[in-house]
């Protein structure tokens, strides 16, 4: 176990709402970066955030949006959801951007219908 | 990043050494290899990385060439547990964003 906590565990939306999912780091991380894992592939970046800062980006569009806490919690929100965002959200938390492991929750399984 | 190719799956007999290819023959002095793995329906979990020396830890070893164009992760004795699909991937360590690239991985089934 990482101590990296993510809810909820499933989700199901309807195309065109908004969801928003959570993630908790582990203790004494400053840094969460979210991926998305579509069914048999392998997990892409969306954005990390260090210190409540967006501290890079994938290839993801502006509706993908998130937040980070002071106390180093952070939201994944997603605007106007498509069919092709059904996929494994996780997080993964990292005592900071210049270290080399990162930390993953177990994810959020989201279906869109 | 420099990309990376495995093989899409292959198989390993309970007990036995578990030994998984990567080609990385683009890499650049100044990236690493790591390696991670996912248990199927869990997020990925860090195993080892390595520069250019050879690399242990208590879940594995890492041997990388001397011209580091390819490595192998190696699980000695592999159980059922083992069983995932493990990511090589190569990046620069202390980069801003501290992105993870993965590419499609191995995917190892360990057999009693």
């Known amino acids: 176990e990482t101590g990296v906590t993510q809810s909820p565990t499933h989700l199901i939306k309807t195309r065109g709402q908004q969801v928003t999912l959570r993630c908790s780091s582990q203790?004494?991380?400053?840094?969460v970066s979210w991926y998305q894992q579509a069914l048999g592939q392998g997990p892409q970046f969306i954005f990390q955030?260090?210190?409540?800062?967006?501290?890079g980006r994938g290839n993801f569009p502006p509706r993908f949006s998130g937040l980070q806490f002071p106390n180093y919690s952070s939201e994944l929100n997603v605007n106007a959801l498509e069919l092709d965002d059904s996929a494994l959200y996780l997080c993964?938390?990292?005592?900071?951007?210049?270290?080399?492991?990162?930390?993953f929750g177990p994810g959020t399984r989201l279906t869109v219908l | 990043d420099a990309k990376t190719t495995q093989p899409t799956s292959m198989d390993c007999a309970e007990g036995r050494a578990a030994n998984l290819p990567c080609n990385h023959s683009t890499i650049s002095g100044n990236e690493y290899v790591y390696w991670y793995r996912q248990i199927h329906s869990q997020g990925p979990q860090y195993i080892i990385h390595g520069l250019k020396n050879n690399e242990t830890n208590e879940m594995a070893s890492l041997i990388i060439t001397e011209d580091r164009k390819s490595s192998t992760l190696i699980l000695p004795h592999a159980t059922l547990r083992d069983t995932a699909v493990y990511y090589c991937i190569v990046r620069v360590a202390n980069n801003a964003g501290n992105m993870l690239t993965f590419g499609g991985g191995t995917r190892l089934m360990v057999k009693p």
């Open positions: 203790s004494g991380h400053n840094t």
């Open positions: 955030y260090y210190r409540e800062e967006e501290n």
């Open positions: 993964a938390s990292s005592p900071g951007t210049w270290t080399d492991t990162q930390y």
